[in-house]
């Protein structure tokens, strides 16, 4: 009786060396990436070559180039903007506000809006800015 | 000849759908991240941060002027480029701890702003103010 020996058949290719890889990926851009509301409208913030380093957190309004407003992502108008920052600032009093504003935005919709954030409470208000040279 | 049959190994749980979800969770996050390099200049504070320790100022603040086109103009003199960084040094020379009060307009633009800070903390100021505008002009 002669049996045939059977035909070798390749390995199959390990795909555990892939998931690892894309595992590691997944967990560098969760880590990497912080959520952060960006503006409904385009925005680009002023380039300054000073600056301080970015806290997290907060509450971001935005200010568009035409003025336009948004905070965390969303428009709304200047009379629920300062609504809702009060409530947010009676929640927590040490509430970091960053304005967002575009760099050619005009400082007759950026500064007062600076000073009504201020006396609503908000003991840390900043500007956002872009560091000279970053791409 | 006894022919043993091979024991019937059990199926491995199959990776691939694993696989699937990892990948389109990594195409998710690489889409929709966008890699921002911000920085922040404070524009209030509180008052026991600014206060803390300094001496009230005595001297005669530098004023400086922003006008709608972004030109700065420090004593009536209109300043291009980095120009006013040493005419502010000059002046801070004599007495380091005046203040500089900026006037913007209201038509400037907010990088004007920005590029008159820059300068002014170039000159080395240590006191800065901007006086704010109540909209219009």
Redesign the interface.
């Given at each position: 009786?002669k049996l045939a020996r059977p035909p070798e058949r390749a390995q199959p290719e390990t795909?555990?060396a892939?998931?690892d890889v894309?595992?590691f990926?997944?967990i560098f851009?969760?880590l990497v990436?912080r959520m952060?509301a960006?503006a409904p409208f385009e925005l680009e913030?002023?380039?300054?070559?000073?600056?301080?380093?970015?806290p997290g957190g907060g509450r971001t309004v935005s200010?568009g180039a035409d003025g336009a407003v948004a905070l965390d992502g969303a428009r709304i108008e200047r009379a629920a903007l300062f609504d809702q920052l009060a409530q947010a600032l009676t929640d927590d009093p040490d509430l970091w506000v960053?304005?967002n504003?575009?760099?050619?935005?005009?400082?007759?919709n950026?500064?007062?809006l600076?000073?009504d954030?201020?006396t609503l409470g908000?003991?840390?208000?900043?500007?956002?800015?872009?560091?000279a040279g970053?791409? | 000849m006894r022919l043993r049959r091979q024991t019937r190994t059990s199926p491995a749980i199959s990776l691939v759908s694993m696989i699937d979800v990892l990948l389109i969770m990594l195409v998710f996050f690489m889409v929709t991240s966008t890699f921002l390099n911000l920085r922040m200049l404070p524009m209030a504070r509180t008052a026991e941060a600014t206060a803390a320790g300094r001496p009230a100022p005595t001297d005669t603040p530098i004023l400086i002027r922003i006008d709608a086109e972004g030109v700065l103009h420090l004593q009536g003199r209109a300043f291009a480029g980095d120009g006013l960084t040493g005419a502010l040094r000059e002046m801070l020379d004599q007495a380091p701890e005046r203040t500089v009060l900026v006037f913007p307009s209201g038509h400037a633009q907010t990088q004007a702003l920005v590029d008159a800070i820059d300068r002014i903390a170039a000159s080395g100021a240590t006191r800065l103010r901007v006086i704010r505008v109540e909209g219009g002009s």
């Open positions: 009786m795909i555990v892939l998931i894309v595992l990926l997944l851009f969760m990436g952060d960006t913030p002023a380039i300054s070559r000073n600056g301080a380093e970015l200010v960053r304005i504003a575009d760099r050619r935005a005009e400082l007759r950026v500064l007062p600076v000073t954030i201020e908000a003991r840390d208000v900043v500007l956002v800015v872009t560091p970053a791409p | -």
